[in-house]
C-alpha cells in the first residue's frame, strides 16, 4: 500500500488515542494541584473519569473505524495508483478530519457531564466536580486543534495521489470567495480557541486558589464558633449560647449542641456542605456549613474569559483576512498563466504580499511562468516548424505524383505492348515479372501518396451511391492484382437485403482489397494445409454493414497484424512484407474516414478480419 495511504490509516486511528491519553495524563497530574482539590475528593474523581474515559474511546474508535471504511475503495484506487476516483470521493475524504473531531469532542464531553451529573460517587462536591468538569473541558477543547491538524495533514498528503483533473473538478464546485472565507474561519478558530482554553484555564486556576483559602477560613470560623459554644465547667448552661446559634445560622453555619461526647469529625458530602463534629468535655458541638459561597466560576472569570476572546478573535480575524488577501492575489496569478500576456512576457505589476508563505508562492509561480513562456515559445516555434514541413510535403508530393507514375505507366505500357508480339518462353516470363513488380511498385507509391493526405488531412472522398455486392466485386478483382500467381480459394458470400451505402467505392474497394492481399501474403507462413479465405457480408446487429474476412491462422498473430495496421512494421518480417504494413494502415484509415471500424479478432485456428461500416 502507498507511503502516504498507510500513514493516513495510522493516524486516523493513533493520533485520537493519543490524544485522549495526553488529556488523561494531564488531568491525572495537574488536576488535583491545580484546581486545589482535597486528595481523597481527586482520587474518587479521577477513578470514575478514567471508567468513562475507557467507554467513551471505545465507542469514538468504533465510530472512526465505521467512517473510515467508507473510504476504503477510494483509498485503494489511490495506493494503486489508479484514476478511478470521483471527486465527490475527494470531497468526503477532505471531511474526515472534521468527523474525527466532532466524534472526538462529542464523546468527550460526555466525561465532564458525568462528572457534575447524580452519577458521580457521594464524596465529590458539586463545587469541585464543576471544576474538574471545567478542567477537562478545556482540555479536551485544546486537544481538538492539534488532533485536527495531524490527521489534515494526513489527507493533505494522501490528496497528492489524486489526479489534478479531479482537484479541479472538486475547486470548480465551490466558489472562490466561500474558499477564501473558509480560511479566515479557520485562522479565527486556530487563534481564537487556545486563548479562550487559556483564559477559561488560568480563571478555573485563579478560582481554585481563592476557593481553598475561602474553604479553609469556614472551617476556621466554624471551628471557632463550636469555641464560642462550648460551655464553662462550673456553668452548666454557656450565657448568650442561642444568641450565638442565631447569629451563626445567618452566617450560614447550622449549629446543634448534644449532650452525648461525640469525637472529632470533619465530612463532606456531594452537596458541597461540611459536617464539623467538636467534642466537648461535658457533650459536644456539630456545625453544617458550606464549604465556600463561591461558585466554580464567577460572573468575573467569565467576562475575563470572554474578554481575552473576542480580543484573540479580532486579532485572528484581521490576521486571517490578510492572509485571505494575498492568497488571492496568488490565486489570480495562477489563474492567468494560460493568458497571452503572460505568455508573450509583457510587464505585469508585482502584487504586493505581506505573509512570507505567500511571497515564496509568488516567486514560485513567477518561476513556473517564465517555464511555461519557454514552454510556449517552443511550442509555437515546433507549430510553424510542422506548418512548413506539411506545406514542403503538399509541394514534394504534388511535383513528383505526376513524375513517380508516367515511367511506370510508360514501362508497363511497352510492357503490354511488347507482351503482344511473337516471344519465347523465357522472354515472356522476363515480362511477367517485369509487369508484376512495375504493377507493386505503383500500389507503393499510390499507397504513400494516399497516407501523406491522410496525414495532411487532404484527403477527399468523392462518395457515390453504390452496393456493396459492387464495392466486394472490385475488391476481390484488386485482390487479385495485387497477388498474383496465388491459388488461393477466396470464398465470398453478400447478403441479398444488404442497403446501397454512400462511399467512395474506388478507394473502399481498394481498402478491402488490401486486406485480402493481407490474407493471401500470410498463406506464405503456412507449410502445409489447406487454405481457405471465407469473405462475409451481413447485416450487423447495431444495424450496420458487417464484412468477415476469415482465413487460417498463421505465423501472425493478432498483435502482428494489429501493428501492422497501426503503420509498425515488424522487424522481423520486414523483408517478407515489405509495404504492406503501409497497405494496411492506409486501408485502416479509409475505413475510419468513411465512419467504419477496422478490429482482428483470434478464435480458435482461425484468425478474423472485422469491417463494419
Known sequence: MNVAVTHLARRVFVVPIGMGLAVTAIVTLLGPP??????????????????????????????????????RYALRALALGSSAIEAEDVARLLRLPGYVVTVGIALGLLIPVALVSPLRPSIIDFQAATSFALFVFVLIATAALPLWVLIRDAVSRTLELVHPDVMQSLLAREPRPALLRRVVVRILVAVAMPVGFVAVGAALIAHAHVRRFDTASRERTAEAIAHVLEPAPSVPFAPGRAEAMRVARRLGFATRVSDDTLPYSLERDRDGLTSLTVPFDRGSASIRFADSQLTALTSADLLVGLAALALASLLAYAVGRSLASDLLRATERLGSLSTDEVLRGEPRSEPRVRWTVVRHLSAAIETLTQRFRIFAEAQERAIAAREAAERSRSL??????????????????????????????????????????????????????????????????????????????????????????????????????????????????????????????????????????????????????????????????????????????????????????????????????????????????????????
Open 396 to 613: 514534394l508530393f504534388a511535383s513528383v505524383s505526376h513524375d513517380l507514375r508516367s515511367p511506370l505507366n510508360a514501362i508497363l505500357g511497352f510492357t503490354s505492348l511488347v507482351s503482344a508480339t511473337p516471344l519465347t518462353d523465357g522472354q515472356r516470363e522476363s515480362l511477367d515479372v517485369i509487369e508484376r513488380r512495375g504493377r507493386e511498385l505503383l500500389v507503393l507509391i499510390e499507397t504513400i501518396l494516399e497516407l501523406a493526405r491522410v496525414e495532411a488531412g487532404q484527403l477527399e472522398l468523392f462518395r457515390t451511391e453504390t452496393s456493396m455486392a459492387s464495392i466486394i466485386e472490385q475488391a476481390l478483382a484488386k485482390a487479385r492484382e495485387l497477388t498474383p500467381g496465388s491459388r488461393v480459394a477466396i470464398e465470398a458470400e453478400v447478403a441479398p437485403d444488404l442497403p446501397d451505402i454512400v462511399a467512395d467505392n474506388r478507394r473502399l474497394a481498394l481498402a478491402l482489397a488490401a486486406l485480402i492481399g493481407q490474407t493471401v501474403r500470410s498463406r506464405r507462413e503456412r507449410s502445409t494445409g489447406e487454405f481457405r479465405i471465407q469473405l462475409r457480408a451481413t447485416r450487423s446487429m447495431a444495424g450496420r454493414i458487417g464484412i468477415d474476412i476469415d482465413f487460417p491462422a498463421g505465423a501472425l498473430s493478432t498483435e502482428r497484424i494489429e501493428r501492422l495496421l497501426r503503420g509498425e512494421p515488424d522487424p522481423s518480417s520486414h523483408r517478407r512484407y515489405s509495404g504492406l504494413a503501409l497497405g494496411l494502415s492506409l486501408s485502416r484509415a479509409v475505413i475510419e474516414l468513411h465512419g467504419g471500424t477496422l478490429t482482428v479478432v483470434r478464435a480458435g485456428r482461425t484468425t478474423r478480419l472485422r469491417v463494419e461500416i
Open 34 to 71: 491545580f484546581l486545589l482539590v482535597p486528595p481523597e475528593i481527586a482520587t474518587a474523581a479521577i477513578h470514575f473519569g478514567l471508567g468513562w474515559t475507557v467507554f467513551v474511546s471505545v465507542i469514538a474508535l468504533l465510530l472512526i473505524w465505521r467512517r473510515f471504511t467508507e473510504h
